[in-house]
């Protein structure tokens, strides 16, 4: 029952990775949006794009930090 529980602690933690990675598409559609309806902003709206997309990595990478920490940590 305990490793059960474990496995899906880390699955959830997956799961977190998951909706970055889904919230990151989202940003780049809107981004290219953007820049198709206002080209001369291209420099600023692909920067502040990049910038949004690393600090949602960030969470992504400790969900799957977590992840294994619960895998061969705990289960252990």
């Known amino acids: 029952m305990e490793k ?3 496995a899906l602690a ?7 990775g998951c909706v970055t990675g ?6 780049a559609v ?3 949006e953007s820049i198709g309806k206002n080209p001369d902003a291209a420099d600023k709206i692909q ?3 990049i910038i949004g997309a690393a ?8 969900c799957l ?8 940590i705990l289960g252990a």
């Open 55 to 62: 600090i949602s990595e960030t969470c992504a990478i400790y």
């Open 47 to 49: 920067s502040m794009a």
């Open 10 to 16: 880390a699955a959830l933690c997956v799961c977190g």
């Open 4 to 6: 059960a529980v474990m």
């Open 65 to 72: 930090l977590v992840a294994f920490l619960i895998i061969f």
């Open 30 to 32: 809107q981004a290219v």
């Open 22 to 27: 889904l919230a990151e598409g989202k940003v």
